[in-house]
């Protein structure tokens, strides 16, 4: 997608999709961004992000997918001035990764306000990480090592599907495909966010459960604690989930663009040690084995 007509044909995509929203899109944010990556974005998956909560408050969030496995995403963007060098170790991490571990996919994540904000490392479906291995890079999170026995209480420790870094809050996402069938159960969440810390689930979280299909730890290098859980569900219609959908995302559900026949949607709900709140990730380019990366699990 190296032709102009048709990156501007999608930053059109965009700046619509955040008006949704009620969200400005910079087009000095956004057109550099897709000029860095534009090469690959023919073959790539667009995904859209709509969240409630103070903390996704003012932006509107992009995913560009299945970006080629030799790419290095950060480079690019270091190389393309829309994220600048760093001695913290979030800025190593992601070569570390990738020169240690196998990796099937990359992605990144920006804000239409925001910028530039996370890189994603997809590992084969068939080649799930181990997270002992995981916390040997030196870069990584300190945090990861300290709650290795957490994560192997749930049997999650050699379940590592995607490696997720945000290079602004400096932190990193674990997401964990072929989870238990309990992971997913009500007792299996209860006993998951009480052991990590977090609030109690509401019955919008437990009932979310019922159709999950995956779960992802949030840690950062300056607490030695878990910041987040997220459970995730896929479905085609958001408004059939056993959940009480929030009004911004149901607007955007209904409103949100699409370019291919079926639409996809990837609902989920984050607990922290103090709330919980909502996010709904929605298709814009959809490729079929997108399914088959997310749908890494045996809960059903």
């Known amino acids: 997608m190296s032709d102009k007509r048709e990156l501007a044909g999608l930053y059109s995509v965009i700046e619509e999709s955040a008006r949704l929203v009620d969200v400005t899109c910079s087009r000095e944010t956004v057109w550099p961004i897709l000029l860095a990556y534009g090469d690959t974005l023919a073959q790539a998956v667009v995904a859209f992000r709509v969240a409630t909560g103070e903390r996704n408050a003012g932006d509107f969030d992009c995913r560009f997918t299945m970006l080629p496995k030799e790419m290095d995403p950060y480079a690019v963007a270091l190389e393309s001035g829309l994220s600048t060098k760093t001695d913290h170790p979030v800025g190593r991490l992601l070569g570390e990764l990738h020169r240690e571990f196998p990796i099937e996919s ?28 995981l916390a040997r890079l030196k870069s ?32 990193v996402n674990l997401y964990f495909g072929a989870a238990p069938r309990q992971t997913f ?16 689930p509401s019955e919008r979280l437990l009932h979310l459960g019922e159709q999950a299909f995956g779960i992802y730890a949030t840690l950062t ?71 088959n990366i997310l749908l890494v699990s045996d809960n059903g």
């Open 106 to 133: 990359s992605g990144i994540d920006f804000g239409v306000v925001g910028g530039f904000k996370k890189t994603w490392s997809f590992f084969p479906t068939d080649d799930l990480q181990s997270l002992s291995d």
């Open 140 to 171: 990584l999170p300190p945090s990861v090592t300290a709650n290795l026995d957490f994560f192997t209480r749930h049997q999650l420790t050699d379940r590592v599907s995607l490696v997720g870094i945000d290079y602004p809050n400096r932190s």
């Open 221 to 291: 290098w300056d607490s030695p604690n878990v910041q987040r859980i997220t459970i995730a569900a896929m479905t085609p219609d958001p408004m059939t989930l056993p959940v009480r959908i929030e009004p911004k995302i149901e607007h955007f559900v209904n409103e949100a663009p699409y370019s291919t026949d079926d639409r996809q949607f990837v609902y989920a709900i984050t607990s922290s040690p103090t709330s919980e709140y909502h996010k709904l990730q929605s298709y814009y380019k959809w490729q079929s084995r997108v399914e």
């Open 185 to 200: 159960q009500a007792d299996g969440i209860r006993s998951i966010l009480q052991d990590a810390g977090m609030a109690a």
